[in-house]
């Protein structure tokens, strides 16, 4: 079983940076992709940015040039460095691996973290 814990949430206030971990317990080499997905109340689960084994990134319009995601393989871990955090960026921040079984994708997800944004 894939155990994914995230770290780095908490309460900082406009204008500020978090960074959030995701270590896996196995080797991120065997997952296709791995990302940070949050969800803010009454709202729907949301991709923020992923990353492929092979370095390529992905990122929602929303935060682009302000969060970067980045991998240490040696760790087994994803990072999320959030800069210029805004109130709308408040939200539980789930990590999520994801493999493929022929075309069928299996998802890992941590227990999330809460990142909140306020002055």
């Known amino acids: 079983q894939v155990q994914l814990v995230e770290s780095g949430g908490g309460s900082v206030q406009p204008g500020r940076s978090l960074r959030l971990s995701c270590a896996a317990s196995?080797?991120?080499?065997?997952?296709?992709?791995m990302g940070w997905y949050r969800q803010a109340p009454g709202k729907q689960r949301e991709l923020v940015a992923s990353i492929t084994g092979g370095g390529r990134t992905n990122y929602t319009d929303s935060v682009k040039g302000r969060f970067t995601i980045s991998s240490d393989n040696a760790k087994n871990t994803v990072y999320l460095q959030m800069s210029s955090l805004k109130p709308e960026d408040t939200a539980v921040y789930y990590c999520?691996?994801?493999?493929?079984?022929?075309?069928?994708?299996?998802?890992?997800w941590g227990q999330g973290t809460q990142v909140t944004v306020s002055s």
């Open positions: 999520n691996a994801r493999s493929f079984i022929a075309i069928v994708p299996r998802d890992y």
């Open positions: 196995r080797s991120i080499f065997s997952f296709n992709v």
